[in-house]
């Protein structure tokens, strides 16, 4: 490495200088260790408690009192919008908290008051572990981080492919702590488990897609063959098509010719009309309450109609499942779910019925600001920017944008795009030099 690179290395946190990992990456990166497990190895508190929530809490604190310098006037271009957003959820759980709006439905984590509260702070703690990965990024520190959340992928689709030879051979297979149930699932004549450490399988598609772009990124093609598995023992409709999408963007990206498409984009409406047909026998798309397709569109559709009651800011963050049943679309589909609680089942519904025109403009503009961050670093970051596209189309049936593992992809995605692969010095094509860019 030259002097000059390990001078800047050194100056923005990246050399240890004798003083060892600071502790609040330490904190950080056992917390990536854990992201997977968002209900094994969960106590429940009224809610499922997972220890990366704990670790990311102590985080925090543990950052500000490091006093590292942070150099905010690069950051501002992504950050005002998050800052913005935030500031709408916090009205908006304010407007609606003391309103005499007749919420119906059950008494869901204590109310809808302590569970808008308690999604507030969340939407806030996730926020801050995004600023604090963007804060004072360092290849060192980078490179730990991204070692934990690979490892911690192996290890959630380890128990998954462990649950597939048990069903298998035993007929069954051990619940983590935490678990309460398998989500079963027929992957061919074998028996899966969707869920494996997460709640549901739809939970862990997305995690498993932006793990394989990290792992790909980083030239890991043992951890991106993992996840990629991982992916498909979900059997989530939206991660398969995010994978898609994500192989196609990369394709695009790489050839910069569209006659150099057209081999990707046949193959592409093969394997989607194969997935349609595959979960069409598996009645996905039938009008009934057991069909997922059906369910989805009827909770987007109610998701609108709640919008529609409070336009411009929403309802607040985690009250759809409150005003569920007084904006219905279909009380039919309605009743036939068995769950606990309703949700959009959508992000973009999700955020523009709980927050409104200005909440879906805030996060849009974060984004597209946040892509075109992943653009203009290096060239070997086509794929990360490549996961921006396959992020969107898994938006389109995920059930929430509030969960930690999507913010400290968002961060760890913008800081690793700016070095090298094989880091022998950093990119300095950051967002200082493309400002008016972001703007």
Known sequence: ????????LASRGGATGGKGTPAYILLLGLGFLFLPFTKALTVDIGFPLKIYELLFAAALPTFL????????????????PLIFAWLVAVGSFFAFSYADVGHLGMDFRGGA????????????LNLGIFFVIIARPSLSASSFLVN???IGCAISVSYSVYCVFSYLIFGEAFLLPGLERHQLGNLGPILVSRSGTFEEGNFGGLYFLV?????LHLRRPIFAAIAIVGLILTQSTAAYFGLIMLVGAYYLLANRNLFALIPY????????????????????????????????FNEAMTGINIWLTS?????GLGQYGFHYFRNVWDMSLAEAVTSERHIAAVVYVEILSELGILGLLAFALFWTRWAR??????????????STFAILVSFLAYPTFNIAFIWCYFGMALVLVHYHIDGSRIADVGLSKNRARLN
């Open 373 to 386: 961050a992943i653009k203009v670093g290096h060239r070997n970051g086509n794929i990360l920017y490549a």
């Open 265 to 296: 984009f046949v193959a592409a409406c093969v394997a989607a009309f194969g997935l349609f047909v595959y979960f069409a026998e598996q009645g996905k798309f039938e009008a009934t309450g057991s069909a997922s397709g059906a369910v989805r």
């Open 1 to 8: 490495m030259h002097s000059a690179a390990r001078t800047r």
């Open 311 to 315: 336009p411009i800011y929403g309802v």
């Open 211 to 215: 793990s394989a772009a990290l792992a």
């Open 148 to 150: 934990c959340w690979l």
């Open 113 to 124: 008051t302590l569970d808008g509260l308690a999604r507030v702070a969340y939407l806030l």
């Open 65 to 80: 009192l490091s006093r590292h310098p942070v150099h905010l006037k690069q950051k501002w271009p992504l950050l005002r």
